[in-house]
């Protein structure tokens, strides 16, 4: 494959956005690896900020923290979930970003005293780093997603670069257009009339698609197969019904059926590539796991980010909701997930309508808000036996809540909130100081993939069953390590810690105490995939499944998990 040219695939959005590009990207990615290829993806953002970190969640979604501490968008999320790949910072470019080395690079002198101008020095830029991801993962095929929607001002300057690559490497590139058709409740019927407008919005900058993808509510019929094909000058087989479908996973399925790959390898290679028929097969085994999954697990998941208006985002914790799927799917079973904002638990109350859940997730997150009603959930969760799993500031609030219940200490906080406390428990770190005052927030935190070395015999240990691991980190606050022997003394076990010791990385109770209660100061959600489910979420989903089965053989059994409750 390597003697091969290798080929450039752009997807890009018709009509509007939100319809699925970051899922058909992911999904042919996932078809073109089935027939063999080596494939990568990049995403690109039109906005000025130079990453996603500086974002509010409940606007943006996610930020999905890359290997090497990108801070990025979750489609990236997507893109390795479906690849089975780890991307890095080179797979993901913003407006922002593109204009900042080329301005760095006029600054160096770089340009010799030529005048830089927005066009052509920004598309070249663009087109420097999609050769640059390409190489670096050696790919044959990469996937650009380009944000937004064609007719847009602020991506147009991506779909100039898309243009000028054609001219670079005529026969290797390919335009994908994901386009959306409205079926309005008066009318009854699919319009293409939409997708007939972005196809020449397409055009007016000197780019035709050679593949749509059709997001409808239904599939698509023949009529208008052939009515898209005639009017946007696609070929038929090249238009791809695509309706709305229960699972993401589903999607490279689907499209394999309209022989989406054989289309594209057909206009990118000469001739039509074969599947290799195992890669294939995983997809269709994970969606009849899916799909026959005997179990039930029931997870909340107690957040702040989840009302946004009247819409609930649970957006903003994709990547947690995913490897709480894959665990399950694992497990075979199916897992139903509650998204509970933790404002409600503010004063103390509503706690008992946690005691139907099999399982408690407080995933990270930043700030005040709700932050007393996550402690007090946590509390719950611990006196009521429920399984329990801490992320980021889960973990913090945990510690925290520890602190304050069992070892008395009634101040204590993270100085995140309360930085004057007498018990921060939870602190800055004195380098992560420093950025604050210097108000340098952007990409400053403790970003990207770090060792640690977990402790023989515990939980997380068990789960994975070695002692050392990797993970991606997202934080600025640390346990304190002026209370570590004192919260230690007390019983709260840190299982997992950096290698130096200095920064603890998990924490859990003891099983006579407890029967499944772990927090970690990483995000092990971004490492989940379909195909590997993450250890911590399939132990909590264990623990959780058996906290369902113990309840149901026994209905006092909530009652008597009372017993669990240490008193002090
Ligand atoms: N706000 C906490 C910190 O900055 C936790 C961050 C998170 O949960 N990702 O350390």
């Known amino acids: 494959m390597t003697t091969r040219a290798r080929k450039y695939i752009f997807v890009v959005g018709g009509v509007i956005s939100g319809v699925g590009k970051g899922v058909a990207t992911s ?9 063999g290829l080596r494939v990568t993806a990049v995403k690109i953002d039109p906005y000025i900020n130079i990453d996603a970190g500086t974002m509010n969640p409940t606007e943006h979604g996610e930020v999905f923290v890359l290997e090497d501490g990108d801070e990025t968008d979750q489609d990236m999320g997507n893109y390795e979930r479906f690849l089975g790949v780890n991307l890095s910072r080179i797979n993901y470019m913003t407006t922002g970003r593109v204009y900042q080395e080329v301005i760095r690079r006029e600054r160096n002198l770089e340009y010799r005293g030529k005048n830089v101008e927005v066009v052509p020095d920004i ?73 007939q407008h972005a196809a020449r919005a397409l055009n007016s900058v000197g780019l035709q698609a050679d593949v749509i993808i059709a997001r409808a509510e239904q599939p698509l019929d023949q009529k208008r197969k052939e009515k898209i094909s005639l009017l946007c000058s696609v070929p038929a087989n090249r238009v791809i019904s695509a309706p709305d479908i229960e699972s993401i996973y589903d999607a490279p399925i689907n499209y394999a059926k309209d022989k989406l790959g054989e289309a594209l390898t057909e206009l990118l290679y000469g001739q039509p590539l074969k599947h290799d028929r195992s890669r294939l097969a995983a997809w269709e085994d994970f969606a009849k796991r899916r799909k026959h999954a005997a179990k039930k697990v029931h997870i909340a998941i107690v957040g702040k980010y989840f009302s946004s208006g009247e819409f609930v985002m649970s957006d903003v914790y994709i990547s947690v909701i995913e490897a709480l799927k894959f665990s399950a799917i694992a497990a075979d079973a199916q897992v139903q997930i509650s998204y509970i904002g933790s404002p ?35 509390r719950y969760a611990r006196e009521h036996g429920i399984p329990f799993f801490g992320i980021c500031y889960g973990m ?78 997202r934080h600025r606050f640390e346990v304190n390590p002026r209370f570590v022997a004192k919260l230690s003394e007390g019983g709260l076990v840190f299982s997992g810690t950096s290698p130096d010791a200095r920064l603890m990385e ?24 379909p195909f590997a489910p993450h250890p911590l979420f399939s132990a909590f989903i264990a623990a959780a499944l058996d906290h369902r089965a113990a309840r149901s053989e026994s209905p006092d059994a ?9 008193t002090k």
């Open 396 to 473: 913090q609030l945990a510690v925290v809540e520890y602190a304050r219940h069992m070892l008395g200490w009634q101040n204590a906080h993270t100085a995140e909130i309360a930085p004057e406390t007498t018990h921060p428990v939870i602190d800055i770190m004195p380098d992560q100081k420093a950025l604050m005052q210097d108000k340098n927030y952007g990409g400053t935190m403790r970003l990207g993939t770090y060792p640690a070395t977990l402790r023989k015999g515990t939980l997380v240990h068990a789960a994975y069953g070695r002692t050392q691991i990797k993970e991606r980190h």
């Open 123 to 195: 598309p070249l830029e663009v087109i420097r780093r999609i050769e640059a991801s390409a190489k670096k993962a050696d790919a044959d095929v990469t996937l650009i997603e380009v944000g937004g929607t064609v007719g847009e001002y602020q991506n147009v300057l991506f779909l100039e670069a898309a243009r000028m690559m054609r001219i670079k490497h005529p026969g290797d590139i390919a335009i994908v257009m994901v386009s959306y058709l409205p079926i309005p409740s008066k009318v009854g019927e699919m319009k293409t009339k939409p997708t």
């Open 27 to 35: 999904a042919i990615a996932a078809l073109l690896q089935a027939k």
């Open 344 to 378: 409600q638990f503010e004063e103390g109350k509503n706690l008992e309508q946690l005691a139907k859940y099999d399982g408690i997730l407080v995933p990270g997150g930043f700030g005040k808000n709700g932050v007393e009603g996550k402690i007090n959930v946590i």
């Open 558 to 566: 909530t009652a008597s998990k009372l017993s669990w409750q240490v």
């Open 506 to 529: 998990t924490v859990e109770l003891p099983q006579a105490v407890h029967p499944y209660f772990v927090a970690c100061q990483f995000h092990p959600e971004f490492l989940a995939r």
